[in-house]
């Protein structure tokens, strides 16, 4: 038996044809299934309350983390029941719901699942044992401090890292600083910074020995003031516990 070999081009033109279409419904699926998720996700989101980027608890990320994760399996996976993703996102949004609402009714969910805020600064003076079981830096400190038009920790009342990580400042008279930026920072001299007011480390550590401090290393924070010098030696006590958290003299 023969086979009219001039039929074999049609037949690999209809299957041609047919993987054609079958991408066009691979794509309008993957289109279809985009839209349907974004609107799930912000309906979900709007329903779970309003936050601002900067306010949102370590629970409001870990479900906008997973949210996103199951958004992605989605898409990628063109097998993944539509229906799995949609339950596992609906089921995030009532257990978040859930969350939120034990929070409202009791204080200790909500500083189990929010945590607490930390007092940083009280009465200018600095908890070194908060900073460091918070994880928080010198530097981190001072930068927020900038950012509130405050210049040394002398001119705070009350410094408060809340939970969302920004830091709610109350200030208690105007800057004394004469250089904004300083000295010592976490036992580290800063080269630059003596360098920009024209002054050495030999200088620095003469000033620093009029307060029995011999090594750098031994001062947490150390500024410039227009009066003397702000030094604070490192601690492991917290500001109720302190008796002598400051130290000044007249500056050269």
Known sequence: MFHDVTSLPSYAGNAELCQQEEVKVEYVELVSKCIFFYLIIIISLRVMGKREVGELSVLDIV???VMSEVYALSISEPDQSIWKALIAILTLTVLQILIAWACLKKKKWRDFFEGKPSLIIYNGMIDQREMKKQRYTIDDLMYQLRDKDVSTPEEVQFAILENSGTLTVLK??????????????????????????????????????????????????????????????????NPAEMQHGRHQHPAD
Do not use: H, M
Not at 191 to 210: H, N, P, S, Y
């Open 63 to 65: 479900i906008y983390f």
């Open 172 to 237: 208690k008279e105007a800057s004394k600083l004469k250089w904004k930026d300083p000295l010592i920072s976490d036992g580290i001299v800063q080269q630059q910074v003596l360098q920009a007011i024209g002054k050495d480390e030999a200088w620095l550590r003469e000033q620093l020995e009029t307060e029995g401090i011999s090594d750098p290393a031994d001062v947490f924070l150390c500024l410039w003031q227009k009066n003397g010098f702000f030094v604070l030696k490192k601690t492991a006590q």
